[in-house]
């Protein structure tokens, strides 16, 4: 039986949604697991973070609270000014990082309850903070623009 | 006074582009050559105002005159002339003023180049051209104005972000802007076209160079910001798939897209309403990326002096325009006529194909670059999509899209043969996996994922050699001759194959330096060495050094390869620019063929050492070689003769006008 024009064009439109709903099935399974939240220390007091969930927490590097150990590894502590949560990360911190600015933290909390990051995040521009941060602190009413 | 003229060209040029929306439109429409004749004049008049008035901005850069309050912001008189210059584009309001200035250079040189285009068609286009320069003129004169004035002026200026103070500014944003900016050429054909309800085959002649063109110059501005990115934050990063980043990527992914359909729309008329849809959806997405980049909506390591304000202007903009060519897109396409028809196993059918695979990905990465704004707007909560969401997503899409890369140019147009295709590409095949194997079984920590990705790399390349050597008659004839066949082939097939090959490039960078990069972290004094992939690396300590308009703490490094012979310095640096107070690291990099070694510098340890971060990149130049080729080979299909606008056909006789197909 010759295939007609008709069939030939429906099964290439159904090759490629099915392909589509392929697609789109990765993608969305993708972002269930792959997306990580963003916490305050204080959301992270709330709310909980299960140990091993990826999260970026940030929040302002605390005054006084960057501590080397003499080699590589490096704490220091995040804070909303209600919560605090500390950090501890290996490697080479942003040219940007410092007391008093805002700082994203990528990591999970380990089974003891402290927080390892694998990535430290500050911004290129002295003059703004990182959007999620200056958001949330806005909104507890704790950071104005300008400040 | 120059600052004022400046101001009252960018001013004039906006009354004209209004005049330019309109006038040619309505000439067009009813058939007025003299409205339409004011589109070509009014064009070039709006480049020579908009060029003025970026030449007064210059200008005051130049003269440091801080009484021009972008000026004050950005600039300071000890910087260095070069980024004095660039840093004209390094702020929100002058790199307006640049996308602008190329907007109107495109409109300009459709004008000039465009005259054997039909006159309506002609007067369309440059009306829509005008539509959006007047949208983003009068977002730079109503909100980023550059030429604003302060009294009493400073004294000393602010100087621009020490980052950005780097030939990459001289070089990424004109080539990046060139690339989106060109795309508003298809955009603007797209939308004529369904203005006048008939399109054909010249349609796409035409507009195939824009968007080679627009294309070369995306890939090789997304190419310099990735090496820029790579050598100044000191993270050894290439790419992030940070939303900056992304709004980059996706026009070029469906300009790519664009770029393919047009052809075929040339040669076989089909997919006519797809690639118009795929022109609109290209510029869109590129206003789309404006508006990410501009308005800070989202967090990006990138992102420059944004202003949230200001986005809800460009984002009025984006809506007006995508929303009023879809609108018109929805109204009009059920005018143009489907074209040819073709079995699913061709050119076209593989062509297709290219469409499918770059579109979906380009929804996928578009879907993860939006996914936070969403998820904020809906539930309020924030979240981040990072590599790891891009790297199961976007790698699956492709690698079938990059497998299939080598079969395209050799099937023939309307019904090819699979088989004979695969034997044809059988050494090809045969070489990538000898390749793939050997590296499998001689390097060490080359996974069996790893050892996929050279073949993917080697099967591109190979697959391009095989379709040059094929069209020259290798093998089939003797040697002169496929060499004299080899020199006349199209340029443009040159070009297909050094893109595709370049893909290949990129490829074998990208998954050499996944796979076998080398990392080493650890605190150093003078004197000490450590091992680098075999590479002994000794540090030699710190040096001061005074640059124009910062200072500098050197580390200066002496490495050795593995037969101990001393091989060179690196110098890494921390600077500190005193005028913003702002450290910037300066990454110590060595190239060993086409692999780096690259040397970070961390904080002073109390006792006087210092955090050194050191890492292999093996064949890491290829991921830029790579994207060198794919803009070389744009630019080589682009001196193709039969996509030479105003060139006469190769072979079909043309009419004095070309003839338009009425599309019913």
């Given at each position: 039986?010759?295939?007609?024009?008709?069939?030939?064009?429906?099964?290439?439109?159904g090759?490629?949604?099915?392909?589509?709903?392929?697609?789109?099935?990765?993608?969305?399974?993708?972002?269930?697991?792959k997306?990580?939240y963003?916490?305050?220390?204080?959301?992270?007091?709330?709310?909980?973070?299960?140990?091993?969930?990826?999260?970026?927490l940030?929040?302002?590097?605390?005054?006084?609270?960057?501590?080397?150990?003499?080699?590589?590894?490096?704490?220091?502590?995040?804070?909303?000014?209600?919560?605090t949560?500390?950090?501890?990360?290996?490697?080479?911190?942003?040219?940007l990082f410092?007391e008093?600015?805002?700082?994203?933290?990528?990591?999970?909390?380990?089974?003891?309850?402290?927080?390892?990051?694998?990535?430290?995040?500050?911004?290129?521009?002295?003059?703004?903070m990182?959007?999620?941060?200056a958001?949330?602190?806005?909104?507890?009413?704790?950071?104005?623009?300008?400040e | 006074?120059?600052?004022?003229?400046?101001?009252?060209?960018?001013?004039?040029?906006?009354?004209?582009s209004?005049?330019?929306?309109?006038?040619?439109?309505?000439?067009a429409?009813?058939?007025?050559?003299?409205?339409m004749?004011?589109?070509?004049?009014?064009?070039?008049?709006i480049?020579?105002?908009?060029?003025?008035?970026?030449?007064?901005?210059t200008?005051?850069y130049?003269?440091?005159?801080?009484?021009?309050?972008?000026?004050?912001?950005?600039?300071?008189?000890?910087?260095?002339?070069?980024?004095?210059?660039?840093?004209?584009?390094?702020?929100?309001?002058?790199?307006?003023?640049?996308?602008?200035?190329?907007l109107?250079?495109?409109?300009?040189?459709?004008?000039?180049?465009?005259?054997?285009?039909?006159?309506?068609?002609?007067?369309?286009?440059?009306?829509?051209?005008?539509?959006?320069?007047?949208?983003?003129?009068?977002?730079?004169?109503?909100?980023?104005?550059?030429?604003?004035?302060?009294?009493?002026?400073?004294?000393?200026?602010?100087?621009?972000?020490?980052?950005?103070?780097?030939?990459?500014?001289?070089?990424?944003?004109?080539?990046l802007?060139?690339?989106?900016?060109?795309?508003?050429?298809?955009?603007?054909?797209?939308?004529?076209?369904?203005?006048?309800?008939?399109?054909d085959?010249a349609?796409?002649?035409?507009?195939?160079?824009?968007?080679?063109?627009?294309?070369?110059?995306?890939?090789?501005?997304?190419?310099?910001g990735?090496y820029?990115?790579?050598?100044e934050?000191?993270?050894?990063?290439?790419?992030?798939?940070?939303?900056v980043?992304?709004?980059?990527?996706?026009?070029?992914?469906?300009?790519?897209a664009?770029?393919?359909?047009?052809?075929?729309?040339?040669?076989?008329?089909?997919?006519?309403?797809?690639?118009?849809?795929l022109?609109?959806?290209?510029?869109?997405?590129s206003?789309?990326?404006?508006?990410?980049?501009?308005?800070?909506?989202?967090?990006?390591?990138?992102?420059?002096?944004?202003?949230?304000t200001?986005?809800?202007?460009?984002?009025?903009?984006?809506?007006?325009?995508?929303?009023?060519?879809?609108?018109?897109?929805?109204?009009?396409?059920?005018?143009?006529?489907?074209?040819?028809v073709?079995?699913p196993?061709?050119?076209?059918?593989?062509?297709?194909?290219?469409?499918?695979?770059?579109t979906?990905?380009?929804?996928?990465?578009?879907?993860?670059?939006?996914?936070?704004?969403?998820?904020?707007?809906?539930?309020?909560?924030?979240?981040?999509?990072?590599?790891?969401?891009?790297?199961?997503?976007?790698?699956?899409?492709?690698?079938?899209?990059?497998?299939?890369?080598?079969?395209?140019?050799?099937?023939?147009?309307?019904?090819?043969?699979?088989?004979?295709?695969?034997?044809?590409?059988?050494?090809?095949?045969?070489?990538?996996?000898?390749?793939?194997?050997?590296?499998?079984?001689i390097?060490?920590?080359?996974?069996?994922?790893?050892?996929f990705?050279?073949?993917?790399?080697?099967?591109?390349?190979f697959?391009a050699?095989?379709?040059?050597?094929?069209?020259?008659?290798?093998?089939?004839?003797?040697?002169p001759?496929?060499l004299r066949?080899?020199?006349?082939?199209?340029?443009?097939?040159?070009?297909?194959?050094?893109?595709?090959?370049?893909?290949?490039?990129?490829?074998?960078?990208?998954v050499a330096?996944?796979?076998?990069?080398?990392?080493?972290?650890?605190?150093?004094?003078?004197g000490?060495a450590?091992?680098?992939?075999?590479y002994?690396?000794?540090?030699?300590?710190?040096?001061?050094?005074?640059?124009?308009?910062?200072?500098?703490?050197?580390?200066?490094?002496?490495?050795?390869?593995?037969?101990?012979?001393?091989?060179?310095?690196i110098?890494?640096?921390?600077?500190?620019?005193?005028?913003?107070?702002?450290?910037?690291?300066?990454?110590?990099?060595?190239?060993?063929?086409?692999?780096?070694?690259?040397?970070?510098?961390?904080?002073?340890?109390?006792?006087g050492?210092?955090?050194?971060r050191?890492?292999?990149?093996?064949?890491?130049?290829?991921?830029?070689?790579?994207?060198v080729a794919?803009?070389?080979?744009?630019?080589?299909?682009?001196?193709?003769?039969r996509l030479?606008?105003?060139?006469?056909a190769?072979?079909?006789a043309?009419?004095?006008?070309?003839a338009?197909?009425?599309?019913?």
């Amino acid at each position: 039986m010759a295939i007609t024009r008709k069939q030939k064009r429906l099964a290439v439109i159904g090759g490629a949604f099915g392909f589509l709903a392929l697609a789109t099935t990765l993608t969305f399974v993708a972002l269930g697991s792959k997306a990580s939240y963003f916490y305050t220390p204080a959301d992270v007091a709330e709310k909980g973070v299960a140990a091993g969930e990826r999260i970026r927490l940030g929040g302002l590097v605390a005054t006084g609270s960057i501590a080397r150990d003499g080699g590589t590894d490096v704490s220091f502590a995040v804070t909303d000014r209600i919560e605090t949560v500390t950090v501890s990360y290996s490697g080479i911190l942003p040219d940007l990082f410092r007391e008093e600015q805002g700082v994203i933290a990528e990591g999970a909390f380990d089974a003891s309850g402290h927080f390892v990051a694998d990535t430290v995040l500050a911004r290129h521009d002295e003059n703004y903070m990182p959007r999620e941060v200056a958001d949330s602190m806005k909104a507890r009413g704790i950071w104005q623009d300008g400040e | 006074m120059i600052v004022e003229i400046g101001h009252f060209a960018l001013v004039l040029a906006f009354a004209l582009s209004l005049v330019l929306s309109v006038a040619p439109l309505v000439g067009a429409r009813i058939g007025d050559a003299r409205l339409m004749g004011i589109a070509e004049p009014a064009s070039i008049s709006i480049l020579a105002l908009i060029a003025l008035s970026f030449a007064a901005l210059t200008v005051a850069y130049v003269q440091s005159d801080f009484s021009v309050a972008n000026v004050w912001e950005n600039s300071h008189s000890a910087k260095p002339m070069l980024y004095k210059i660039t840093g004209v584009w390094g702020n929100h309001e002058g790199s307006m003023l640049l996308w602008i200035l190329i907007l109107a250079a495109f409109a300009a040189l459709v004008a000039i180049f465009g005259r054997n285009l039909p006159a309506t068609l002609r007067a369309n286009v440059l009306a829509v051209q005008g539509m959006i320069a007047a949208a983003f003129l009068l977002f730079v004169l109503a909100s980023s104005n550059p030429f604003e004035r302060i009294n009493p002026p400073p004294i000393e200026g602010q100087d621009l972000n020490p980052i950005l103070q780097d030939i990459g500014l001289a070089i990424h944003p004109p080539l990046l802007y060139l690339g989106y900016v060109g795309f508003s050429i298809c955009f603007s054909f797209a939308v004529a076209a369904l203005i006048e309800g008939r399109i054909d085959a010249a349609w796409a002649r035409w507009v195939r160079p824009w968007t080679l063109a627009a294309w070369a110059a995306l890939t090789g501005g997304i190419a310099m910001g990735s090496y820029w990115a790579y050598y100044e934050l000191g993270w050894g990063g290439y790419w992030f798939w940070d939303p900056v980043e992304n709004a980059s990527f996706l026009p070029w992914l469906s300009g790519t897209a664009l770029l393919h359909s047009a052809i075929v729309m040339e040669k076989r008329s089909a997919l006519k309403i797809w690639t118009v849809l795929l022109a609109i959806l290209t510029f869109s997405l590129s206003l789309l990326g404006t508006f990410l980049v501009r308005s800070g909506v989202l967090t990006s390591v990138h992102a420059f002096a944004t202003d949230p304000t200001r986005g809800v202007f460009i984002l009025m903009i984006l809506i007006a325009f995508i929303g009023g060519s879809l609108a018109l897109f929805a109204f009009r396409a059920s005018t143009l006529t489907a074209g040819g028809v073709f079995h699913p196993i061709s050119r076209e059918g593989g062509l297709v194909l290219n469409n499918l695979f770059l579109t979906t990905a380009a929804a996928t990465v578009l879907v993860g670059t939006l996914w936070p704004l969403l998820v904020e707007a809906v539930s309020g909560e924030k979240i981040s999509v990072g590599a790891p969401f891009f790297n199961m997503t976007f790698g699956p899409l492709i690698v079938p899209l990059l497998l299939a890369v080598p079969f395209g140019p050799l099937l023939a147009w309307k019904r090819g043969d699979l088989l004979a295709v695969s034997q044809r590409l059988f050494a090809a095949f045969g070489v990538s996996l000898a390749i793939a194997l050997a590296t499998f079984f001689i390097v060490d920590r080359v996974s069996a994922l790893a050892a996929f990705g050279i073949a993917v790399a080697f099967w591109l390349v190979f697959g391009a050699i095989t379709d040059l050597a094929l069209k020259s008659g290798v093998g089939k004839v003797s040697a002169p001759v496929a060499l004299r066949r080899f020199i006349g082939l199209p340029r443009s097939v040159f070009g297909t194959a050094l893109a595709h090959a370049g893909l290949g490039l990129t490829t074998l960078g990208i998954v050499a330096v996944s796979a076998l990069e080398v990392e080493r972290i650890a605190v150093m004094q003078p004197g000490d060495a450590m091992d680098v992939a075999g590479y002994e690396l000794r540090f030699d300590g710190i040096f001061p050094f005074e640059g124009p308009n910062y200072t500098e703490e050197q580390g200066r490094f002496t490495y050795s390869d593995r037969s101990g012979r001393e091989r060179g310095e690196i110098v890494s640096a921390k600077r500190f620019y005193p005028a913003r107070q702002m450290p910037t690291t300066e990454a110590g990099i060595a190239s060993r063929g086409f692999s780096q070694l690259y040397v970070a510098l961390g904080d002073r340890a109390p006792d006087g050492g210092i955090v050194v971060r050191a890492w292999w990149k093996p064949q890491v130049l290829f991921i830029w070689i790579g994207c060198v080729a794919m803009m070389l080979g744009g630019a080589i299909s682009l001196l193709d003769r039969r996509l030479r606008v105003g060139a006469p056909a190769a072979r079909r006789a043309t009419p004095a006008r070309p003839a338009v197909e009425p599309a019913e």
